[in-house]
Antibody, heavy 121, light 107 residues
Framework: QVQLVESGGGVVQPGRSLTLSCAASGFTFSSYAIHWVRQAPGKGLEWVAIIYRDGSERYYGDSVKGRFTISRDNSRDTLYLQMNSLIAEDTAVYYC??????????????WGQGTLVTVSS | EIVLTQSPDFQSVTPKEKVTITCRASRTVGSSLHWYQQKPDQSPKLLIKYASQSVSGVPSRFSGSGSGTDFTLTINNLEAEDAAVYYCHQSSGLPFTFGPGTKVEIK
C-alpha cells in the first residue's frame, strides 16, 4: 500500500542542526511532489516546504526560509528535510505528505505518521 | 498569504446529529479547498478534495460544498468515531495554508 515513514526526530539544542528522512513505498516516488508539514504540540498544521517530483523547484514557508532545505533522492525513494539554526519554535511533529495528483497543487494524501523534533537546551 | 478561518472552534454534539463546519478564505481559492480529519495521536486523513469531491474509503456521511471564499464540511448522522479535529486547507497559492481547526466532541 502507499506509505510514507518519517524518521530522524529527536531532542536537539537551539542553534544546532537535524536532518529528517521520509521513506516512500507503494507508489512511483519520482512522479509526485512531496511536502513537509509540521504541528507544534497542541497546535494546528503548518505547511513547511514542497519539492517537485524532479527536485527542480522547491518552496518554503516564511518561518523556515533560509534555515531549512528540502531535498529528495528518487533512486532511494526518500525525502529529506535539513533543519539548521533550530529554535524552540521549531518544536513540532513533522509529517511528510504526498501531493494528491501528479500535476499541479492539490490535496495532501497520504501522510506519514510523523516524527517529533524537540528543540531544547 | 491566504488566511483560512474556521467556525466554530469547538462543537459538542450527540450521536446521529448533523455537524456543519465552515471555512472562509481571505481571498478566492476557487475550488482548491480540501478537508482533513485528525484523531488524537494520529496523522491527518483526507476527507474531501476540491471542496466537494468524495474520497475513496471515506464514509458517505461526510460531504463538502462551496467555492470561492466560503466552504462547508457537513457530517450527517454523526458517529462516536467522528470525534476529531477537522482542518481545511487551500492549495490555490503559495504558501499553502490550513485553517486553525474545529474540534468535534461527542457528548
Amino acid at each position: 500500500q502507499v506509505q510514507l515513514v518519517e524518521s530522524g526526530g529527536g531532542v536537539v539544542q537551539p542553534g544546532r542542526s537535524l536532518t529528517l528522512s521520509c521513506a516512500a513505498s507503494g507508489f512511483t516516488f519520482s512522479s509526485y511532489a512531496i511536502h513537509w508539514v509540521r504541528q507544534a504540540p497542541g497546535k494546528g498544521l503548518e505547511w513547511v516546504a514542497i519539492i517537485y517530483r524532479d527536485g527542480s523547484e522547491r518552496y518554503y514557508g516564511d518561518s523556515v526560509k533560509g534555515r531549512f532545505t528540502i531535498s529528495r533522492d528518487n533512486s532511494r525513494d526518500t525525502l529529506y528535510l535539513q533543519m539548521n539554526s533550530l529554535i524552540a519554535e521549531d518544536t513540532a511533529v513533522y509529517y511528510c505528505a504526498r501531493e494528491g495528483d501528479t500535476n499541479g497543487w492539490n490535496w495532501f494524501d497520504p501522510w506519514g505518521q510523523g516524527t517529533l523534533v524537540t528543540v531544547s537546551s | 498569504e491566504i488566511v483560512l478561518t474556521q467556525s466554530p472552534d469547538f462543537q459538542s454534539v450527540t450521536p446521529k446529529e448533523k455537524v456543519t463546519i465552515t471555512c472562509r478564505a481571505s481571498r478566492t481559492v476557487g475550488s482548491s479547498l480540501h478537508w482533513y480529519q485528525q484523531k488524537p495521536d494520529q496523522s491527518p486523513k483526507l476527507l474531501i478534495k476540491y471542496a466537494s469531491q468524495s474520497v475513496s474509503g471515506v464514509p458517505s456521511r461526510f460531504s463538502g460544498s462551496g467555492s470561492g471564499t466560503d466552504f462547508t464540511l457537513t457530517i450527517n448522522n454523526l458517529e462516536a468515531e467522528d470525534a476529531a479535529v477537522y482542518y481545511c486547507h487551500q492549495s490555490s497559492g503559495l504558501p499553502f495554508t490550513f485553517g486553525p481547526g474545529t474540534k468535534v466532541e461527542i457528548k
